[in-house]
């Protein structure tokens, strides 16, 4: 008896010492929230289910979009300021640009994706990418 007694003693005692605290998970915000350099941005005209494709522009060095915690975001490409809302948490709103989509965001990578439609046969796809 006392054999078990110290046994499942032990075990408890290794089991709770063992476990730590999870780590807390971030949400999409707060992933978003910072500053990203730019690798690259591509666009690319579709004219009556055509593309032309222009060639991407490679992010120099010191380019980055900077997200704010008050709703902001920077770019440093024509020093730009505008306000940013999350949608959900793959979708954003830009007040400037029409719905932009993240279609990649970990801690060091983020894709942004955006289609603008100009007329009924003629539509923008812009694509970013970003890390930290």
Known sequence: MKIAFLVTSVLCSTILLSCS???????TKDKL?????????????????????????VGRSGEYMEFRNNGTV?????????NWTLLIDTTMKLDDSPT????????????LYSKRVVSTTVYVEDKYFLHK
């Open 74 to 82: 920077y770019s440093s490409l024509g020093n730009k300021t505008s």
């Open 21 to 27: 605290k999870g780590q807390s998970v971030l949400t």
């Open 33 to 57: 929230l910072g500053k990203w350099n730019i690798d690259s941005i591509s666009s690319r005209e579709v004219v009556n289910e055509v593309p032309n494709d222009n060639p991407a522009q």
């Open 100 to 111: 932009v989509y993240i279609r990649e965001l970990s801690k060091t990578k983020l894709y």
